[in-house]
């Protein structure tokens, strides 16, 4: 068996696992967690590819909540109800936001990028909040009856839905990652001046990232939008924001498959935690943050250096 | 004319306390080149502990008057005791890292004050406003206007004043100077530069604490007061410039009276102005007004 | 013959300190020129004067012809100028193959999304540009974990593979150790001899320019104060006095 054979054969297993064997074996609580887990990852992914450029952002919940709304307002202004075009609208919203962001805010590093992201989002989070009549304000809007290609969309239907969409996704972020544009964002990190000492726009690379994170966060709050059914402006609130955030610092920038896996892992211990103590979870989340800050040697970017190092991946 | 005392008015106020709510948060960059983020927390910390206070005082009774006082006790508390926590026990041990790291690690300090809140207090909203209504309303140009707002206002040129001088005039201030504009020669010279640093940022908590207990008295607090500010803030010294005190005066004025304007014609604006204003300015000064660009050196 | 590099009136204080002040010089295609001073006499703002990373007060710089002056240094190494550094400004993140790769990517224009980085034309060329200065055994290393001295040919080497007309070098042999100075050399002159590579180097060690260099310029505060065959001009006292701070 060759090694392409081989490649083939495992991801066909791993995809009957998650697509058929899953649903078969686990109830129906845990496919919805883990729908809302793999769409989410989706944002965090978008997140971890920013910070491979060291540029950090407290305001990614703005294209989470561009792209839920985006649909939301489809439902409930134009009568959509069908998935992918719901999905669609979710992308264009968080391509055309990043993109006209990304044009004051790819200039920006540091403390600068960081806060900006976060005014912007705070931003939308108080016209989803003050714009009653537009937004709906903390009701919301429901994504009632969605469908898929027609066909009613069921809770199991929207776990394959996300679970192929996330996947093809993450490939697609991995093809980034790979790619020249991927290692120009990895080589501002280390070293910009050297970057445009090889003649390569450091702005380019950076507004372009930027844009394809916020699209991938968008494409997460469209999804998320479907799988619960319901939106609120909370979406946007810088504590969701701060959740992906730590969601990336604790899988590390290394693998584009470590949001997926911190993702699940978070939402779970979440969902317990929650019921448990709603008035701890942000400390617990603050104290664990502080503690990777301190004991990780080499500190929050040596989750990089975690991973083995194959140099040709 | 009377529209422009109207708007010029309420442009002051708002001005004031923006000022009052930034300062803290661009001194405490200009000195350590780190953006506090739990600078929220202690905002809302500096309010939660004043409006307790002042209800549990105004509960026995007395005079109204001490209540001031009150206010000034809680942020001065707030400051002197979570401010050198977080800088000597935290914020020290991450200084030769990267920006981020540091950002993180004020943003977990967030996280955990953001809980300690709701612990504390609870999420039912709380409203202490004796300081407030005990002094009254003032008519000016026929128009019913409370004083408390001018108070704060006094405040917050007082507060101006003071840092102003105290940098400018002040040996202390000089050290702060030396430190600012660089560490090295500044240890070199014999200054005790990390006890420079606690003091500073001390100083900026206890600035941001008082914003808040001055500001208690004006409306409900709830958990999540602490977020818009930090927000504002950061708006406000953008467009200033980070590290300037100047600026955040200036980028106050300019946002308290744009704003003003703008909600006067169009109130839905009220959430936009001030990011708009930011936008406009970063667009052709990246840097805010006094803000510094850093050229590495190669 | 026309000048590749020239500056006219280049003026640049810092503060009170005068990097450069009405500086001219020409260089001519295909030389080889070396340029020495003592620390300070505005050697290495002369070349980020010339890359457009600093801008001057007065003054112009050209490029065979064209005024480059206002230009950023992205634009400047797209007209064909490459540059080293003093402290090597590297990808530590990265490993050396995948540093060159980016090089080899940035000289072609082709930082795109889809390809990989890593694909085989571009490795074939990578592996033989490394193997010229012989780091073709680190490629796989880390270039954070480097030592001294394989960075500084890395980051010279990362230079020379953009393929320049004109390749300004800033202290190559800087931190390298005395015996290991003419190896580095060496090296460096096998791979631009007959490349018709324009070449100017600023070098703090005098029996450097001496042997590598066909002109030397002595920079002293922001001047230009001798220009020449390299045994004339550093057998001057003056000059020598100057560099040195004694004869």
């Not at chain 1, 845990?30 to 305001?59: E, M, Q």
């Not at chain 1, 955030?245 to 896996?261: C, D, Q, R």
């Not at chain 3, 020495?36 to 801008?55: D, E, M, P, R």
Request: hydrophobic fraction near 55%; proline fraction near 3%.
């Amino acid at each position: 068996m060759t090694t392409r054979t081989r490649t083939v054969a495992l991801l066909l297993i791993v995809a009957l696992v998650l697509l058929v064997g899953l649903p078969l074996l686990l109830p129906e609580w845990i496919i919805f967690l883990l729908t809302v887990a793999s769409a989410k990852a989706l944002a965090v992914l978008g997140v971890v590819l920013l910070l491979r450029g060291k540029l950090l952002t407290f305001g990614h919940a703005l294209y989470y909540a561009a792209g839920a709304y985006a649909g939301g307002m489809a439902v409930r202004y134009w009568g959509v109800h069908e998935a992918l075009v719901l999905l669609a609208l979710a992308l264009v919203a968080g391509v055309a936001v990043s993109a006209i962001l990304g044009l004051l805010v790819a200039r920006y590093r540091a403390v600068y990028f960081a806060l900006l992201n976060l005014a912007f989002s705070m931003v939308l989070y108080g016209m989803l909040l003050k714009l009653y009549d537009v937004f709906g304000g903390t009701d919301g809007i429901g994504i009632a009856e969605p469908t898929l290609a027609g066909f009613r969309l069921s809770g199991l239907a929207m776990y394959e839905l996300t679970i192929v969409i996330t996947a093809l996704l993450v490939y697609l972020t991995h093809r980034f990652f790979v790619s020249p544009l991927g290692y120009t964002l990895r080589a501002i990190r280390d070293n910009e001046v050297r970057v445009e000492y090889m003649g390569v726009s450091v702005w380019r690379a950076v507004y372009v990232s930027y844009i394809i994170a916020g699209a991938l966060a968008a494409v997460s709050g469209g999804l998320i939008a479907l799988a619960v059914g319901h939106i609120t402006p909370d979406l946007a609130f810088w504590s969701q924001s701060g959740e992906f955030v730590f969601v990336a610092i604790l899988g590390g920038t290394g693998s584009v498959l470590a949001p997926v896996v911190g993702s699940v892992l978070f939402e779970f211990v979440r969902n317990y935690a929650f019921k448990l103590s709603p008035y701890t979870w942000q400390m617990t989340l603050g104290i664990v943050l502080l503690l990777i800050i301190f004991f990780l040697p080499g500190g929050v970017w040596s989750l990089t250096a975690r991973l083995p190092r194959r140099s040709h991946r | 004319m009377r529209l422009l005392l109207v708007v010029g008015l309420d442009g002051l106020t708002y001005a004031s306390w923006l000022f009052l709510v930034s300062a803290g948060l661009t001194f405490t960059y200009g000195v350590l080149r780190v953006l506090n983020l739990a600078h929220g927390n202690l905002y809302a910390l500096g309010a939660y502990l004043g409006a307790t206070l002042v209800l549990h005082y105004a509960a026995t009774g007395s005079t109204p008057a001490l209540t001031y006082a009150l206010l000034l006790i809680a942020a001065l508390v707030i400051g002197a005791v979570v401010g050198p926590l977080i800088e000597r026990f935290f914020l020290r041990r991450v200084y030769s890292r990267d920006e981020e790291v540091q950002l993180l690690l004020t943003f977990s300090i967030s996280l955990i004050l953001e809980d300690v809140v709701k612990l504390v207090w609870g999420v039912t909203p709380i409203f202490a406003d004796l300081p407030y209504t005990y002094l009254g309303r003032v008519r000016l140009g026929g128009v019913n206007y409370a004083w408390y707002p001018f108070l704060l206002a006094a405040i917050a040129l007082a507060i101006g004043g003071l840092l102003w001088l105290v940098v400018t005039r002040t040996r202390l201030g000089k050290i702060l100077t030396s430190v600012i504009s660089d560490r090295e020669v500044s240890l070199t010279l014999g200054i005790n530069v990390p006890r420079v640093y606690t003091l500073a940022f001390t100083a900026g908590a206890v600035l941001a604490a008082l914003g808040g207990a001055l500001t208690a008295p004006m409306f409900s607090l709830v958990p999540g007061v602490g977020a818009d500010v930090l927000v504002t803030s950061f708006a406000v010294i953008a467009i200033g410039g980070l590290g300037s005190i100047g600026g955040a005066a200036l980028g106050s004025l300019l946002v308290g009276m744009a704003r003003s304007f703008a909600v006067y014609k169009f109130p839905e604006l009220d959430l936009f102005v001030i990011y708009l204003i930011m936008a406009l300015v970063l667009l052709f000064r990246p840097q805010g007004f006094f803000g510094e660009i850093e050229v590495r050196r190669i | 013959m026309s000048a590749l590099l020239e500056t006219v009136g280049l003026t640049r204080f810092f503060g009170s300190v005068r990097a450069a002040e009405d500086l001219n010089m020409r260089v001519a295609q295909g030389e080889t020129v070396g340029i020495i001073g003592s620390n300070g006499s505005g050697k290495t703002t002369f070349l980020n004067l010339a890359t457009g990373y600093l801008k001057p007060e007065r003054g112009r710089i050209l490029l065979d012809g064209h005024d480059t002056t206002a230009l950023p240094p992205r634009a400047i190494t797209r007209l064909g100028v490459a540059r080293s550094f003093q402290i090597p400004q590297l990808y530590l993140g990265m490993t050396v193959l995948e540093a060159m790769l980016l090089s080899l990517a940035a000289r072609a224009g082709r930082i795109g999304l889809w390809a990989p980085l890593l694909r085989d034309e571009w490795i074939v060329e990578a592996r033989q540009v490394l193997a010229q200065f012989a780091l073709d055994a680190q490629a796989e290393r880390l270039v954070g974990e480097l030592p001294e001295g394989s960075r500084k040919l890395l980051d010279i080497a990362l230079a020379v593979a953009l393929k320049p007309r004109l390749l300004l070098m800033d202290e190559p042999t800087a931190g390298v150790s005395t015996e290991d100075k003419f190896e580095v050399m060496d090296t460096l002159s096998t791979v631009l001899r007959g490349s018709g590579i324009t070449t100017i180097f600023v070098e703090h060690d005098m029996d450097v320019v001496q042997r590598y260099s066909q002109r030397v310029l002595v920079f002293d505060q922001g001047l230009v104060i001798a220009d020449g065959e390299p045994a004339k001009v550093l057998g001057d006292a003056d000059v020598r006095r100057a560099v040195l701070g004694h004869v």
